[in-house]
């Protein structure tokens, strides 16, 4: 069991709490739809929400109906497709963007273009498109290639890299114009920061976090501008877990 960042304080009282979904609160899978739940997940975020007065929101590149998937159950706010669309409590989702996208040409456009590599696994999204080469790291190159042509005959989406794969997002969206959009909001408005995050998608948030006045968390390895780090999903669960208990 890895030890916890000895500097991390305990979650502020009055935290605004964001967290990322794959690598931060859950581990990461060899596909995207073959993340295992951790048992407690959804009983601790529940608890979380109660405790910081509904001040805990999911913030992922991964788009809400398919997070909903997993987390039916989640009461609070719920950010997806790397900010591009948000759902706030008991509320439908809305898109956050204007980028003009017709995402089942994107989504025709980028399977066509890896039809000969069966190994790359096409991620169909609303806003966006992810071509995933975990299956075969040597294919990295020819998703790189294929997303910069996609980018370039799609003036409104931009390159997202992220872990073992590279997606189109709309431009203008982000991680942490989630944030920005969510702490404008009653009941994160005047609370603290405090954002959980793994991959280069989750920085910027990161980044806003600490100019909030809050603090970023990396989860794993890799350069951060988080001030604290966590080795794995594991141990945010055992930080949270503690500031639970610290409430009584
Ligand atoms: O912002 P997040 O919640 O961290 O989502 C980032 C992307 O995560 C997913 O892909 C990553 O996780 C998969 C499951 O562990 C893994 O197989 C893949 O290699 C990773 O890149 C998801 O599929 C994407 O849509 C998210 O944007």
């Known amino acids: 069991m890895q030890p916890l960042d000895p500097s991390l304080p305990d979650l502020p009282a009055d935290a605004a709490l964001f967290l990322d979904f794959d690598g931060c609160l859950v581990e990461i899978a060899p596909r995207p739809d073959a993340v295992a739940i951790p048992p407690g997940l959804a009983g601790r975020l529940a608890r979380l929400h109660d405790r910081l007065g509904g001040a805990v929101a999911l913030v992922s590149g991964r788009d809400i109906a398919d997070l909903r998937g997993f987390l ?24 956050t963007h204007a980028v003009d996208l017709d995402a089942e040409a994107l989504h025709r456009a980028a399977a066509d273009a ?21 299956a075969d790291p040597s294919l990295r190159p020819v998703v790189e290639a294929v997303m910069q042509r996609l980018a370039d005959a799609h003036p409104g989406m ?11 997002r709309p431009r203008g969206t982000g991680k942490d114009g989630a944030l920005d959009r ?21 920085e910027a948030a990161m980044a806003h976090a600490q100019s909030r006045g809050g603090f970023g968390i990396k989860i794993g390895a890799g350069e951060t501008v988080a001030r604290y780090r966590l080795a794995d999903p594991a141990a945010l669960a055992r930080w949270l877990d503690d500031a639970l208990v610290g409430a009584g």
Do not use: C, W
């Open 72 to 95: 039916p159950d989640f009461p609070g706010p719920i950010a997806g497709s790397h900010g591009a669309e948000l759902s706030l409590a008991g509320q439908p989702i809305r898109t």
């Open 114 to 134: 890896v039809a000969d590599n069966p190994a790359i696994l096409v991620e169909r999204k609303p806003h966006g498109v992810a071509l995933h080469y975990r």
């Open 158 to 168: 931009v390159l997202q890299p992220a872990k073992m794969a590279v997606e189109l």
């Open 182 to 202: 969510l702490m404008a909001l009653p009941p994160f408005a005047g609370r603290v920061p405090v954002y959980a995050g793994d991959d280069l998608t989750d």
